[in-house]
């Protein structure tokens, strides 16, 4: 598997739209984590405009369909995200790095 960085853009006032929606995409990232496809995930505090999230699959095309999954998304609250590759090399989290091959 390949380790890739998601950078969210979110919407304007996403503190107050996300509160009907947040148990759910928590949960989703939970069951992502424990899948062993999310290493991390959290928002920008200052300002809060978006998130990272690190995701662990074969693809860019299988990450994006993780995202597609999430409920902020189907809630429209992203305006924008880029998925990029991610080269680790040093982690404290060895489900970070390359498969050994």
């Known amino acids: 598997m390949k380790t890739y960085a ?3 853009r979110y919407v304007d006032g996403i503190l107050e739209r996300r509160a009907p929606h947040r148990a ?4 989703n990232l ?3 984590v ?3 496809k999310v290493i991390l995930a959290g928002a920008w505090t200052d300002p809060l405009d978006g998130a990272l999230v690190v995701y ?3 693809s860019k095309e299988e990450v994006e369909a993780m995202m597609h999954n999430d ?3 189907h809630a429209g609250l992203w305006t924008s995200y880029e998925i990029r590759e991610w080269n680790v090399v040093i ?3 060895p489900a970070a790095l390359p498969d050994a091959t």
């Open 91 to 93: 982690s404290i989290t």
């Open 6 to 8: 998601a950078l969210i």
């Open 56 to 58: 662990r699959g074969s």
């Open 34 to 36: 424990e899948e062993g």
């Open 71 to 73: 409920p902020y998304y």
């Open 24 to 27: 759910a995409h928590l949960a």
């Open 30 to 32: 939970q069951r992502l």
